[in-house]
């Protein structure tokens, strides 16, 4: 019901006429918007919500999120196993080692079945860089523990070779032997109880370890420098 001014309270239509509606000091009030009709109450409707089966191409977040608590933990850990399996294939799979320009040069040095504390004395006598100190002196530790590996997993003989130039060092260390089984054998830590922690120190100190295996033996390549930057063969 709407009352005003001088109107009767008997129910009407919300209609409001201008020379009705007067302010409290009896000017004309300003004429009210036209009224607004409502023919029918709101109504709601309301969808309900459909299950949407998952594609075919559906993701693992798909599958987890859908499957029961014990089936999730079945598909990712059967991912798990799957990606693992990618990751040593891909490891274990062969590649040549491209040999830097500078190795199609007679070596500055070549010495077989050295002991570590020799190799460490060649590295530091055909040193022809100008580079940093600590950049050498990191290559001295790593090749250190390559030769150290190589006589005590590898098969003789070891041969250990240099190569210098003004902006580069290059050392190879090649043995007989088929090198470690194990594809993520320097990119881990091994246990203290079993060794083999001389390829991880490796990769930790030198930047440039390349791996290599042939029909020859295991070979490592260790770098320091920029190689194939500023040399050109003969």
Known sequence: MIRYPGSSATPCSPTVFASQATTATGSPRAAAPAPVAISSPLRVSVIPMRRVS??????????????????????????????????????AEPRPMVPYPIQ????????????????????TDFNKTDLPAAEIDDLVLAVSEI?????????????????????????TVHDTGEGPGDPFAGLLPAARDIGGRGLWITHQVCSQV???RDDTGFTVRLTAGRPGHGHRAN
């Open 54 to 91: 998952r594609s075919p191409r559906g993701t693992l977040r798909d599958e987890v999120a859908t499957a029961p608590l014990d089936a999730r933990s079945a598909t990712v850990s059967a991912s798990r196993m799957r990606q693992s399996a990618m990751r040593e294939s891909f490891l």
């Open 104 to 123: 199609r040069t007679a070596p500055l040095a070549e010495l077989t079945d050295p002991q570590p504390r020799a190799a460490r004395q060649a590295v």
């Open 147 to 171: 030769v150290d590996n190589a006589l005590r997993y590898g098969r003789s003989p070891v041969r250990m070779r240099i190569w210098a130039d003004a902006e580069h060092l290059v050392v």
């Open 210 to 212: 390349a791996l290599h």
